[in-house]
C-alpha cells in the first residue's frame, strides 16, 4: 500500500456511518454587502487601491498612451516593457513613434531564461493589461499570457496596468461568475491589489518588498 | 541578545520557557504593541457584526462540508492536478515528506532553494533536513529571512519576526549583512529586498505553502503581500507546494468566504496585494513560470484528529492567526515559549496531534479559557472546548478506553484519579461530607502551611472555624 492509499483509508475509516454536508453556499452573504451603483464602482475601486499605495488615473481609449508617458517621463524612466503582440502593445507603439517621447519598448519575447539578469536588474517599467477589476477590494484581475507572461506585472518596480472601466465587476463572487472561472482555470491566475508591501518590522507598513514598488492603474472610461 | 537562546524549543520544557519569557520586558512590550495592533487591524475589518457572524457560520461550513467528503476531495485534487501537469506526492510523516522533496532536489541536482512562506515546510523542518544533505534554503519572506538570519523559529504563523521590534532587526542587518545601522524600516525593507533578489533567479528550487486547494479546478491559492511568494513558484524552474491533507476545498468558489475571512482576521486587510492561484506548470507556449509543479500532500498527525468527530474540527482552520492575536496566553509569553511550530490556541490543539500529547501534555492547560480565541476563529473552532478535551485525554485512565491519540493519558497520575474519586465521593454522600466539614473545621489548626505549588504564589487556604451549613442553621434558628 503506497502512503496515498494508507491515508485515504484511515480517513474513509473516519467517516463511516456519516453523511456529507450539505452545500448551503450563501452567495447572497458575498454579493450583497459589496455591491455598488454604477456611478460609485469605479471611485470604489480607486480609493480601495488607493488606501494601499496604488496610483490611479481616470482616461480614455485614446488618451492612456499619453498618460502613460507621461508616468514615465516624470519618473525619468526611458525604457518600458511591453507586448508588441496585444492591441495594446500596439496602440502604444504607435503613439510612441510618432511622439518624440524616445521611449524605447521592450518585448517579452524569449523565455525567462534566457534573459533574467535584464528583467530583474535593468527592466524599471512593465505595461500589462487586465482581465478586469473588483470594486469591493480595489483589486485587478491578471490571467497572465505567452504575450504578456508572469514574471511581467511582478519583476519591474514600476508596473501600469490598464483597466477597462466596463469590466469592472462590484465583487469576487460576481467576476469569478461571469468569466467562468471553474470551467477552466489558467496557468497562472491572480489578483493584484496595490504595490507589493510588507509590514514584518514592528508592524509598519512598507512598499516595494520583493514586487513592483509602484503600482498605476489606467482606467479606460469609455471602454 | 536574546534571552531564550539557552531554552529548548520543546514543548516538554513549556513551563520553563513562559517563565522565561514572562521575566524579559522587551519581548513583552513587542508582543503586546503587536497584539493590540493587529487585534485593531481585525476589528475595523467587520464594522458589521452580523455581516462577521454570517460569515464565520458560512466559512465553518465551507470547511465542515470539505472535512466531510475529504477522501473524496483529495483523490479529485490529486486527479485534477495531475491532469494539469503537477505531480502530486503523498506522506505520512514529515520524514516521508522530506525525502520527497530530497528526491526532486537530486533529480534536478539542486544546490539552492528558495522558500516562500510556508508552515507545514517549518513543521517538516525541511531548511534543516536539506542543509544537512548539503542544500541551501534560503526564507524570501521579510519576517521569515529575518528570523532564519537570526537562527531562530517563527514566533508567529503570520507574522514571523513579531518578537523584534526595529531596533533588533536593525542591529542584525548591520552584524550579518554588513550594512550601516539604520533604523528606516523603508531602507531596511530594500535591504532585504536587494539581498534577496538574485537569489529568486539563481535558485534551482522554489517552495511554497497553499493556504486553499481547490478539488474542482486543481487549483493552489496562496496569498501574499510581498510578492516573494510568487517570485518563488514563478522564477526557478521547479516549484515545489507543501500541504497539510485538510487545506483542500471542494469548489473555486468556496474560496470566496474563506479568503475574505482569512485576510480581514488575520492581518485586518480586505485583501492581500497578492492572490496567486496556480494550476499548473508552464505551458509550450508559455515564456515563464516553472516547467515542473510539485505538490507534497502532508498527513503528519492530521489523520489522528480527522478519527474523532469533536476533535476533526481542529482541521478547519486556515491559519489566520486570529486566536494567538487575541490570546492573553500569547500576548505575554510569545510564541517561542511553546517551543513548537504552531504557537498559540491553535498550536496547542494541533500539536498534540503531530507530537503527541506525551511532549505536548502542558499546552493544552496554558489557557485561562477566557474563550477569545473561539470567539474570533473565523470558522468557528470552538477551541476552549477542544482544550478541554485533550486535557481530559491527557489524564485518562491507561485503557479505560481505546487510546486513539498519541500519548493520550500521559499526565495520568493514580494519586490525583484517587483524590478525584474521593472527592466524588465526599460531595455526592451527605453523611460523608457532614463528616469531613466538621472534621476540616475542628481541625483546621492541623491544615499544613505547604501544599505544593498552590503555596508557590499564594498563602495555605485556612478553614473556618464552623462551616458554612453550621452558620446557616444556626441564623435560621434550628439548631
Redesign the interface.
Known amino acids: 500500500m503506497?502512503?496515498?492509499d494508507?491515508?485515504?483509508a484511515?480517513?474513509?475509516?473516519?467517516?463511516v456511518g456519516?453523511?456529507?454536508?450539505?452545500?448551503?453556499?450563501?452567495a447572497g452573504?458575498?454579493t450583497e454587502?459589496w455591491r455598488y451603483a454604477a456611478d460609485d464602482r469605479i471611485a470604489r475601486l480607486r480609493s480601495?487601491l488607493e488606501a494601499?499605495h496604488g496610483e490611479t488615473q481616470l482616461t480614455t481609449q485614446a488618451d492612456w498612451p499619453q498618460r502613460a508617458l507621461e508616468a514615465l517621463a516624470a519618473r525619468n524612466i526611458g525604457e518600458l516593457l511591453v507586448s508588441p503582440d496585444t492591441a495594446h502593445g500596439q496602440q502604444l507603439a504607435a503613439h510612441v513613434a510618432a511622439s518624440a517621447a524616445g521611449l524605447r519598448l521592450k518585448a517579452?519575447?524569449?523565455?525567462?531564461?534566457a534573459w533574467?539578469?535584464e528583467l530583474?536588474f535593468r527592466t524599471p517599467a512593465s505595461l500589462t493589461g487586465t482581465l478586469g477589476g473588483i470594486a469591493?477590494?480595489?483589486?485587478l484581475v491578471l490571467w497572465?499570457t505567452?504575450q504578456e507572461?508572469?514574471?511581467m506585472s511582478?519583476v519591474p518596480p514600476l508596473h501600469i496596468a490598464l483597466l477597462k472601466a466596463s469590466e469592472v465587476r462590484d465583487n469576487?463572487?460576481e467576476l469569478?461568475?461571469a468569466q467562468h472561472?471553474?470551467s477552466?482555470?489558467?496557468?497562472?491566475?491572480?489578483?493584484?491589489?496595490?504595490?507589493?508591501?510588507?509590514?514584518?518590522?514592528?508592524?509598519?507598513l512598507?512598499?516595494?518588498?520583493?514586487?513592483?514598488k509602484e503600482l498605476l492603474v489606467l482606467i479606460l472610461e469609455d471602454a | 541578545m536574546n534571552a531564550m537562546t539557552d531554552v529548548p524549543a520543546v514543548p516538554i520544557a513549556f513551563k520553563r520557557n513562559a517563565r522565561e519569557a514572562l521575566a524579559d520586558p522587551q519581548l513583552r512590550r513587542?508582543f503586546r504593541?503587536?497584539m493590540d495592533?493587529?487585534m485593531d487591524k481585525r476589528r475595523v475589518q467587520f464594522p458589521?457584526g452580523d455581516?462577521l457572524e454570517?460569515?464565520r457560520a458560512?466559512g465553518n461550513?465551507v470547511r465542515?462540508?470539505a472535512l466531510?467528503?475529504?477522501?473524496e476531495l483529495?483523490?479529485r485534487l490529486?486527479a485534477n492536478l495531475s491532469r494539469?501537469g503537477v505531480k502530486v506526492h503523498?506522506?505520512?510523516t514529515v520524514e516521508?515528506a522530506n525525502a520527497i522533496v530530497h528526491r526532486i532536489v537530486e533529480q534536478h541536482a539542486a544546490k539552492k532553494v528558495i522558500k516562500g512562506k510556508s508552515m507545514v515546510s517549518e513543521e517538516m523542518e525541511m531548511n534543516h533536513y536539506l542543509g544537512e544533505r548539503g542544500v541551501d534554503c534560503l526564507e524570501?519572506?521579510?519576517?521569515e529571512f529575518?528570523v532564519q538570519l537570526r537562527e531562530e523559529k517563527p514566533s508567529h504563523i503570520i507574522?514571523?519576526?513579531?518578537h523584534?521590534?526595529?531596533g533588533q532587526?536593525a542591529s542584525l542587518f548591520h552584524d550579518k549583512l554588513e550594512v550601516d545601522y539604520t533604523e528606516d524600516?523603508?531602507r531596511?525593507?530594500?535591504i532585504?529586498?536587494e539581498t534577496?533578489?538574485?537569489n529568486?533567479?539563481e535558485a534551482d528550487i522554489g517552495v511554497s505553502g497553499v493556504n486553499f486547494a481547490v478539488a474542482?479546478?486543481?487549483?493552489l491559492l496562496l496569498v501574499e503581500?510581498?510578492?516573494?511568494g510568487?517570485?518563488s513558484t514563478?522564477?526557478p524552474?521547479v516549484h515545489i507546494a507543501v500541504t497539510g491533507?485538510e487545506k483542500v476545498v471542494?469548489?473555486?468558489?468556496?474560496v470566496?468566504?474563506l479568503?475574505?475571512l482569512l485576510t480581514r482576521s488575520a492581518?485586518g486587510q480586505?485583501?492581500?496585494?497578492?492572490?496567486?492561484?496556480?494550476?499548473?506548470?508552464?505551458?509550450a507556449?508559455?515564456?515563464?513560470?516553472p516547467q515542473e509543479v510539485h505538490l507534497v500532500?502532508l498527513?503528519n498527525g492530521r489523520?489522528q484528529a480527522?478519527?474523532?468527530?469533536e476533535l476533526?474540527q481542529t482541521l478547519n482552520c486556515i491559519r489566520c492567526g486570529a486566536c494567538m492575536n487575541h490570546c492573553p496566553v500569547y500576548t505575554r509569553i510569545g510564541g517561542h515559549a511553546y517551543g513548537t511550530v504552531y504557537p498559540g490556541p491553535i498550536g496547542k490543539i494541533v500539536t498534540p496531534h503531530m507530537l503527541g500529547l506525551d511532549t505536548t501534555r502542558d499546552l493544552p492547560t496554558a489557557s485561562s479559557m477566557c474563550g477569545a480565541c473561539g470567539e474570533v476563529c473565523p470558522v468557528k473552532i470552538p477551541i476552549p472546548a477542544l482544550l478541554r478535551r485533550l486535557r481530559e485525554e491527557a489524564v485518562r485512565a491507561p485503557e479505560a478506553v481505546p487510546h486513539h491519540m498519541r500519548g493520550q493519558g500521559s499526565k495520568y497520575s493514580k494519586k490525583e484519579a484517587m483524590l478525584w474519586k474521593a472527592w466524588r465521593k465526599l460531595n455526592t454522600s451527605p453523611a460523608l461530607y457532614r463528616a469531613f466539614s466538621f472534621a476540616g473545621t475542628r481541625l483546621s489548626a492541623l491544615m499544613p502551611s505547604n501544599i505544593g505549588p498552590w503555596t508557590e504564589h499564594r498563602s495555605a487556604p485556612k478553614p473556618a472555624a464552623r462551616s458554612l451549613h453550621e452558620l446557616a442553621r444556626e441564623h435560621l434558628g434550628e439548631d
Open positions: 503506497s502512503a496515498k494508507r491515508i485515504l484511515k480517513l474513509r475509516g473516519s467517516l456519516t453523511t456529507p454536508v450539505a452545500d448551503d453556499y450563501d452573504l458575498l454587502p480601495m494601499v517579452y519575447d524569449q523565455p525567462v531564461e533574467k539578469e530583474f469591493a477590494t480595489g483589486s497572465p505567452p507572461p508572469r514574471l511582478l469576487l463572487y469569478m461568475h472561472w471553474a477552466g482555470m489558467p496557468t497562472n491566475a491572480l489578483l493584484v491589489s496595490g504595490p507589493s508591501k510588507t509590514a514584518d518590522i514592528q508592524q509598519t512598507a512598499y516595494g518588498a520583493h514586487g513592483p | 513587542n504593541g503587536a495592533f493587529l458589521d455581516e454570517r460569515l458560512f461550513r465542515a462540508r466531510s467528503k475529504l477522501p483529495l483523490e490529486d494539469n503523498w506522506a505520512e516521508e524570501s519572506d521579510m519576517g529575518i507574522m514571523p519576526a513579531i523584534l521590534n526595529v532587526v524600516v523603508d531596511l525593507i530594500q532585504g529586498r534577496l533578489r538574485r529568486f533567479f474542482e479546478t486543481g487549483t503581500n510581498e510578492g516573494n510568487r517570485m514563478t522564477v524552474p491533507i471542494e469548489n473555486l468558489r468556496d470566496i468566504p479568503l475574505s492581518t480586505a485583501i492581500t496585494t497578492y492572490v496567486n492561484m496556480i494550476s499548473g506548470p508552464r505551458k507556449d508559455e515564456l515563464d513560470g500532500l498527513d489523520s480527522f478519527a474523532d468527530g476533526r
